[in-house]
């Protein structure tokens, strides 16, 4: 049996050599199908887990009340009108009539001028609780966060986002320092770790926080806030949370059926819905790609080798007069179709590989390389080649001798 397959394996390097330009072609139809699979898999799931972590650096199971008519085009939010009327006893009824809530924090944001002798930056000042960065997933880098005490008499102590504390402070320590948040001192406490920007499109390095008591009353002097983040006890119960609240603040703000909210209420899923489409047509359109590539190199191999029969029936014939059994014919051919699908499958492979790594260093996106979809699309090119080598294979084993022989 072993020196069966050997003589099979030495006739079909031999027909590689005679069928060079056709062989190659139906090698390529696989590879690129096996290629195109790998790809498509790689980089959405890479895709998909990049959209993962920036859901986690947003924060655990979060839902963001804004006020007034807020849109997110393209990752970002765009305010489309704008209100006062969220208060921060919404935010108390939150906690305490929305079931699967585990914490609320009102917040209030303002763009002020911040200037620290002849150098002034624009910066969003956000004015929240303490418990923000726990929320948020962001930690302090230098120095502390505000305390309890702090909070509840609204000092007017700060926390630089790192891109404030460079453009103010360059290579200085700021700790301990004050600098002027529109005409009001404020004493820099601390400095957080450089975050970049997060899914709402809001560059958080560029964020000076504040006791919320601070921002309201001694920065800007107002008895509403513009945001609220509430986190859910489970990402699964974020649908209904999102559901009561504004059920509540409808009810809350005295808006009847028909009119419009004057607030938004938003989760992770809402900034990432572009994505997750973007996402989601990325992968039925490689899906689809993949299956045309199949196909062809399926018909590829299927017509080379039928292609390969019709010039070789004398041969056929040669090696069934001499006592060559329907099987072994029938293996040859099978294995003949098996190899150039291998051969098309490793290829296919090797450019996956390669292609998928260099996509994931160019583009900074995590590595998320399958070894169980690398093997699943290398077996799916061997069965493409086995599929398309059964008939010709059959109709090779069912030549007669005498009727080979005579177009000799």
Not at 193 to 217: C, F, H, N, W
Not at 220 to 230: E, G, H, L, P, R
Request: hydrophobic share 45%; charged share 25%.
């Amino acid at each position: 049996m072993t020196h069966k397959i050997f003589l099979i394996f030495a006739v079909i390097i031999r027909i590689f050599r005679e069928y060079r330009l056709r062989s190659a072609l139906s090698v390529l139809g696989v590879a690129f199908g096996t290629f195109a699979l790998i790809t498509m898999i790689s980089i959405s799931n890479s895709m998909k887990e990049k959209s993962r972590l920036e859901v986690e650096k947003f924060g655990k199971n979060l839902v963001v009340v804004k006020s007034g008519k807020v849109r997110v085009f393209r990752r970002r939010e765009r305010s489309i009108t704008t209100a006062k009327t969220l208060k921060l006893s919404d935010a108390y009824f939150i906690k305490q009539q929305v079931d699967h809530v585990v914490k609320v924090l009102p917040s209030f944001q303002i763009a002020y001028p911040v200037r620290r002798g002849g150098t002034t930056v624009f910066s969003t000042i956000i004015g929240v609780g303490r418990e923000y960065p726990q929320l948020r997933n962001i930690y302090v880098e230098k120095g502390r966060f505000y305390t309890e005490d702090e909070e509840k008499t609204g000092q007017k102590v700060i926390v630089l986002g790192y891109k404030v504390a460079k453009d103010l402070f360059k290579n200085e320590d700021p700790i301990g320092k004050t600098i002027l948040i529109f005409r009001v001192p404020c004493k820099i406490i601390g400095v957080m770790e450089e975050k970049g920007v997060d899914i709402s499109g809001e560059d958080q390095d560029s964020l000076i926080y504040t006791p919320l008591k601070t921002a309201m009353r001694r920065l800007a002097n107002v008895d509403y806030i513009n945001t609220i983040y509430v986190q859910v006890d489970n990402r699964e119960n974020i649908p209904y949370v999102k559901k009561n609240i504004r059920q509540l603040l409808r009810k809350r703000h005295h808006i009847k059926k028909g009119e419009k909210d004057d607030f938004t209420v938003l989760s992770p899923d809402d900034y990432l819905r572009m994505e997750k489409e973007a996402i989601h047509i990325f992968s039925v359109l490689g899906g689809v790609s993949a299956t045309i590539s199949f196909l062809i190199g399926g018909i590829g191999i299927l017509s080379i080798m039928i292609l390969i029969i019709n010039e070789r029936t004398e041969e056929i014939g040669i090696r069934r007069a001499l006592g060559a059994k329907k099987t072994d014919i029938l293996l040859q051919f099978i294995l003949e179709s098996s190899f150039i699908s291998i051969a098309g499958g490793f290829f296919g492979v090797v450019m996956g590989v390669f292609v998928s790594e260099l996509i994931f260093l160019l583009f900074d996106l995590p590595k998320t390389l399958n070894l169980h979809w690398v093997f699943l699309s290398f077996s799916l090119s061997v069965l493409v080649g086995i599929l398309s080598g059964i008939y010709p294979a059959y109709k090779a084993s069912n030549i007669k001798p005498v009727e080979a022989l005579r177009r000799i």
